[in-house]
Antibody, heavy 121, light 108 residues
Framework: QLQLQESGPGLVKPSETLSLTCTVS??????????WGWIRQPPGKGLEWIAT???????FYNPSLKSRVTISVDTSKNQFSLKLSSVTAADTAVYYC?????????????WGQGTLVTVSS | SYVLTQPPSVSVAPGQTARITCGGY??????VHWYQQKPGQAPVLVVY???DRPSGIPERFSGSNSGNTATLTISRVEAGDEADYYC???????????FGGGTKLTVL
């Protein structure tokens, strides 16, 4: 059974870099036909797509975040990571990782349980 | 950028039918996916490719998509269906993923 689990600091200071890791079990992130992605949700607000990637190279970013986002992949650990630089209070959110299926239609399923990151001094 | 518009809230009595809309320019030409999110939980896919259901999702959940509106229909609504619902598409022209603003379903 495929499971995803986010991990990382729950508190980040303004102007610093938020770093999260998604650990995948039950499937390989090197599998063909799947993308992987990050989504976030500020408290009390809706879902916001952050980035999507294919393990062998293609990465796509939300234009509003692109300049601050870095995605990396560690296939040996079956993990992928998100770094978001120069954070502000507006980056406070629950961050989710997910697998994407459905070539050229692309839905998110399943999702990790999410991890709350608070930006505060 | 592509925009998806959902009503902020929908209310329905138990046993009735709830319809949640998702508006977007020519959305009928795209595949629409729907997620259910209960408080404190991660979103769960309930409909993909406009009208298909993942395994384990009740047949009461169905979807349609045409023109400028996609619709998630929940038949015989139960108290446990109370949640936020989000629509989502992949915009192939830009390789961006877009979510609607979400609709809170209240079961009266």
């Amino acid at each position: 059974q495929l499971q995803l689990q986010e991990s990382g600091p729950g508190l980040v200071k303004p102007s610093e870099t938020l770093s999260l890791t998604c650990t995948v079990s039950g499937a390989s992130i090197s599998s063909n036909s799947y993308y992987w992605g990050w989504i976030r949700q500020p408290p009390g607000k809706g879902l916001e797509w952050i980035a999507t990637f294919y393990y062998s190279g293609s990465t796509f970013y939300n234009p509003s975040l692109k300049s601050r986002v870095t995605i990396s992949v560690d296939t040996s650990k079956n993990q992928f990571s998100l770094k978001l630089s120069s954070v502000t209070a507006a980056d406070t959110a629950v961050y989710y990782c997910a697998r994407l299926s459905g070539t050229s239609r692309w839905w998110f399923d399943p999702w990790g349980q999410g991890t709350l990151v608070t930006v505060s001094s | 950028s592509y925009v998806l518009t959902q009503p902020p809230s929908v209310s329905v009595a138990p046993g009735q039918t709830a319809r949640i809309t998702c508006g977007g320019y020519n959305i009928g030409s795209k595949s629409v996916h729907w997620y259910q999110q209960k408080p404190g939980q991660a979103p769960v896919l309930v409909v993909y490719d406009d009208s298909d259901r993942p395994s384990g999702i009740p047949e009461r959940f169905s979807g349609s998509n045409s023109g400028n509106t996609a619709t998630l229909t929940i038949s015989r609504v139960e108290a446990g269906d109370e949640a936020d619902y989000y629509c989502q598409v992949w915009d192939g022209s830009s390789d961006h993923w877009v979510f609607g603003g979400g609709t809170k379903l209240t079961v009266l």
